[in-house]
């Protein structure tokens, strides 16, 4: 089910990585034609744009863990007490490095709608936090009560946990574009002239002549 849940989301991301690893190399191969200026985008593009989506893979990783965890707490270890506090641990464990990496990510975020989406992207993970954390509370009790029919918990996923991380998938999608525009803009600028673009040269065919176009 963890496959499952991570798939698309580890897929996108490890393509944005690719994306970077390759921009990286593009840099490399034309440092003859534009030393300094490919060093320094270069640079950036290693220290920001990778280390802004690191940042997002840890968070994305850590709420869908999380989420599953959240499941498996009510619906398999139900009635195990030891299990369900191991788990419980693991989701505070997987919480607390998404706080962290959110912190990491905060400074990385560029331009007053990425920063709107960020900000909007916390706020859906600090709700599904408390959700998540709430709901696994009640999951105990009902085990320490002996509770057979669990409807306290497993409403409060189904009406509270379930909509709001499903909220929060769509908003990291949001989050996820601005970073990969971010990356993309900052490889644009690190290829200098004569790479192809607008303000590169080329040149011109035979025959024509280089103050006018050619037909």
Same mark, same amino acid.
């Given at each position: 089910m963890k496959t499952f849940l991570n798939l698309r989301l580890s897929a996108r991301l490890g393509a944005a990585f690719g994306f970077l690893v390759l921009a990286l190399v593009i840099s490399a191969a034309v440092a003859l034609s534009g030393l300094g200026k490919v060093e320094d985008s270069a640079k950036r593009l290693s220290d920001h744009d990778v280390a802004a989506l690191g940042? !997002?893979?840890t968070v994305s990783e850590d709420f869908l863990a999380s989420g599953y965890r959240v499941v498996r707490h009510l619906y398999v270890e139900d009635g195990d007490l030891r299990a369900q506090d191991k788990t419980a641990k693991e989701i505070a464990e997987f919480e607390k490095e998404a706080r962290t990496a !959110?912190?990491?990510l905060?400074? #990385?975020i560029q331009g007053r709608e990425a920063e709107a989406t960020? =900000?909007?992207f916390e #706020?859906? !993970?600090e709700r599904? #936090? =408390?959700a998540a954390d709430?709901?696994?509370r009640l999951s105990r009790q009902e085990t320490v009560d002996g509770v057979e029919e669990r409807d306290g918990s497993r409403t409060a996923y189904v009406e509270k946990v379930s909509p709001v991380l499903e909220n929060l998938d769509v908003v990291h999608d949001e989050l996820e574009g601005f970073v990969s525009e971010q990356a993309a803009a900052n490889v644009q600028g690190a290829q200098p002239h004569g790479m192809g673009g607008r303000g590169s040269y080329t040149r011109s065919p035979a025959g024509c002549a =280089? /103050? /006018?176009p050619c037909p």
């Open positions: 940042h !997002l893979v !959110l912190d990491g905060r400074p #990385q960020f =900000a909007k #706020q859906g !993970l599904f #936090q =408390a709430n709901t696994i =280089a /103050s /006018s």
